[in-house]
C-alpha cells in the first residue's frame, strides 16, 4: 500500500459527505450518515479504505481529502451529466424500469451517452487509487458499467457489485435498448448481490436471454480469455443498524417526545403512520385512498384515528416526481376537507425531512405503520420501525411487494393494489389485541436484530472473500 492506494474501495453515486457551503461562505463538508455508511464504516477504518462518489452538487472539483479515517475521493459531475445520467438515465430510465414500470420509463440516447462517460469516470477514479489486489464494492443501479469497465483496466482486482432496487423480469428488462451493455457490466463482477431471491432469478434469466453463458445455480460463468471465471449472483438482503436504532428509540427525551407527539395530535387511539421519499413506487396513493374510503365507510372516524405522512422531498427536479407531489397533495387536501374537523384533521401530512431522533419519536408514536410499496427493493423504514419498536408493541401492515416482506413474515402482509384487502388489514391492525401484536412484534424483531446490516456487509465481503479464493 502507499500514500494514494487502498485496499478497499466503495464506489457509489452519492459520497458519505456533503458539499456545503457556510453563511461566511467558505465551503466545507459535513457528514451524511446513511445505512451504508454505518455498514461499511468498520471495515473502512480497519482496511484503510476509500470512498469514490459525487458530492451531490454539479461543477465541484475538490481534491481527494480524510474524513474521519475514511479517504474521499470526489468525482465531478457537470451541469449536463447530473442533468442527463443522474437525473434522466439513472432517475427517469433505470429507476422506473426496474420497479416494473409504475411510471413510463424514457429512453434517450443522449442520456446513455452522458451515463457511460460518467460510469467511464468513477471507473477510472477507482482504477486510479485502489491497491494491487484490492477489493472494490460498487453500489447500486447508478453505476453498472463500472465493474466491467473496472476489471479491463485492473484484472487483479475482486469486484463486487450490489443491487439496492429490485431486478425486473425479463418481459420488462427487455424494453431497455441498453439491455446487453447493462449485463455485461454488472458481469464484470465477481460477486452480484441483489435484495431478494426474485431479482437474482430475474438477471440470470436475462443473463441466458442474452448472452450465451452458462449459469448452474447461483453461478455464472462468464468467458475470460481462453477459460471462464465464475461469477456469483445471489441474495444479500440489506438491513440497518439495529441496535443503534433501538438505543436511540430508548433514549428518554425521544421517549418523551413520542408522548408530546400523541398529545399534539389529540391523544387519538390510533396513531397511523408512513415514512416514504417521495416516490411513486412506495403507494402513497393506494394508502390514501383505502384511508380515505375507510373514513368514508365509517369503519374508522376522525378524533379516534389520525394518519400521519411523512414524504420527505425527493428528485423534485424529474417532471414525473411534480406531477405525483401534486398529486398526493390534492388528495390529501380532499380527504381532510371532507372529514377534518376543526379540532381534529384526518391526515397529518409533512413534506420534509426530519432528524433521526424525531423519526424514533415518529416510529414509537404509531400504533399502525403503514409501508404499502407497489415495488421496492427492500424498504429500511420497516425495519426501522420493528428495531425502535422495544416495547413490542405497533402493527406493522406491509407490502409483499417490498423486500423486507420475505424476513417480516409476522407483519400484516398486503397487496396493494387489492384496496379491497389494504382496507381490512387495517381494520385488522387498528383491532388488533395487545398479546397478538407483542408475538408478532417479537418474531419481527428477533430477525431484525439477528440480520443486521453489519451481518449484511460481512456476508457480502465473505463472499468476495471466496471468489478471490478461487482466483
Ligand atoms: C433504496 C431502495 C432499499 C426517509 N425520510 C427521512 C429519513 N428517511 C430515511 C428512512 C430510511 C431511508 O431514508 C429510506 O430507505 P428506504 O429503504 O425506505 O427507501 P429508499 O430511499 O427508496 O432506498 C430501498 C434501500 O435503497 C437500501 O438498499 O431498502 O428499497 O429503494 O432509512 O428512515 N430519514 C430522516 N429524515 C427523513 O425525513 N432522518
Do not use: C
Not at 185 to 193: F, K, R
Not at 229 to 254: G, K, T, W
Not at 270 to 279: K, S, W
Amino acid at each position: 500500500m502507499s500514500d494514494d492506494s487502498y485496499d478497499f474501495v466503495v464506489v457509489s453515486n452519492r459520497l458519505p459527505v456533503d458539499h456545503v457551503v457556510h453563511d461566511d461562505g467558505t465551503a466545507g463538508w459535513t457528514q451524511s450518515p446513511g445505512g451504508l455508511v454505518t455498514a461499511l464504516e468498520p471495515i473502512m477504518r480497519s482496511t484503510d479504505g476509500a470512498w469514490v462518489g459525487w458530492a451531490g452538487k454539479p461543477d465541484l472539483d475538490d481534491a481527494p481529502f480524510d474524513s474521519d479515517g475514511i479517504r474521499v475521493v470526489p468525482v465531478p459531475l457537470s451541469t449536463d451529466d447530473v442533468q442527463y445520467y443522474y437525473e434522466g438515465f439513472s432517475n427517469d430510465t433505470l429507476w422506473p424500469l426496474y420497479h416494473d414500470v409504475i411510471a413510463p420509463p424514457s429512453y434517450h440516447r443522449l442520456w446513455w451517452e452522458h451515463y457511460s462517460s460518467v460510469n467511464r469516470r468513477f471507473a477510472d477514479a477507482a482504477a486510479a487509487i485502489a491497491a494491487p489486489n484490492a477489493t472494490v464494492w460498487v453500489q447500486d443501479y447508478q453505476l453498472q458499467l463500472v465493474p466491467k469497465m473496472l476489471r479491463q483496466q485492473r484484472p487483479d482486482l475482486t469486484i463486487g457489485f450490489f443491487n439496492h432496487i429490485p431486478f425486473p423480469p425479463y418481459g420488462i428488462y427487455s424494453q431497455l435498448p441498453w439491455r446487453t451493455q447493462i449485463i455485461e457490466g454488472v458481469l464484470g463482477a465477481d460477486v452480484i448481490g441483489f435484495q431478494r431471491t426474485a431479482d437474482a432469478g430475474n438477471f440470470a434469466r436475462a443473463v441466458r436471454r442474452l448472452l450465451p453463458y452458462s449459469t448452474r445455480g447461483t453461478t455464472i460463468l462468464v468467458p475470460d480469455g481462453d477459460g471462464s471465471r465464475e461469477v456469483v449472483a445471489r441474495p444479500f438482503p440489506i438491513s440497518i443498524d439495529a441496535e443503534a436504532f433501538e438505543e436511540l428509540a430508548r433514549r428518554p427525551e425521544v421517549q418523551a417526545r413520542a408522548a408530546q407527539i400523541r398529545s399534539d395530535l389529540g391523544d387519538p387511539q390510533t396513531v397511523m403512520l408512513g415514512v416514504d421519499r417521495l416516490d411513486y413506487t412506495k403507494g402513497i396513493g393506494h394508502r390514501l385512498k383505502a384511508f380515505g374510503e375507510l373514513l368514508a365507510d365509517g369503519a374508522v372516524s376522525v378524533g379516534d384515528v389520525v394518519l400521519v405522512q411523512v414524504a420527505s422531498p425527493s428528485r423534485e427536479r424529474v417532471e414525473t416526481y411534480r406531477q405525483l407531489r401534486d398529486e398526493v397533495e390534492l388528495t390529501v387536501g380532499r380527504i381532510n376537507g371532507d372529514f377534518s374537523t376543526i379540532s381534529h384533521q384526518a391526515i397529518s401530512y409533512l413534506h420534509h425531512s426530519f432528524p433521526r431522533e424525531e423519526m424514533a419519536a415518529l416510529f414509537l408514536a404509531a400504533d399502525v405503520m403503514l409501508v404499502t410499496a407497489l415495488r421496492d427493493g427492500m424498504n429500511l423504514v420497516a425495519k426501522e420501525y420493528v428495531a425502535a419498536r422495544f416495547d413490542e408493541d405497533g402493527v406493522l401492515v406491509l407490502s409483499e411487494f417490498a423486500g423486507a416482506s420475505d424476513e417480516l413474515k409476522t407483519a400484516l402482509l398486503i397487496n396493494p393494489h387489492d384496496i379491497g384487502g389494504l382496507k381490512q388489514a387495517i381494520v385488522q391492525a387498528v383491532r388488533m389485541p395487545r398479546n397478538e401484536r407483542r408475538r408478532r412484534m417479537r418474531t419481527m424483531r428477533k430477525r431484525v436484530s439477528d440480520n443486521d446490516v453489519l451481518h449484511w456487509s460481512a456476508t457480502f465481503l465473505a463472499a468476495l472473500r471466496e471468489a478471490r479464493a478461487r482466483g
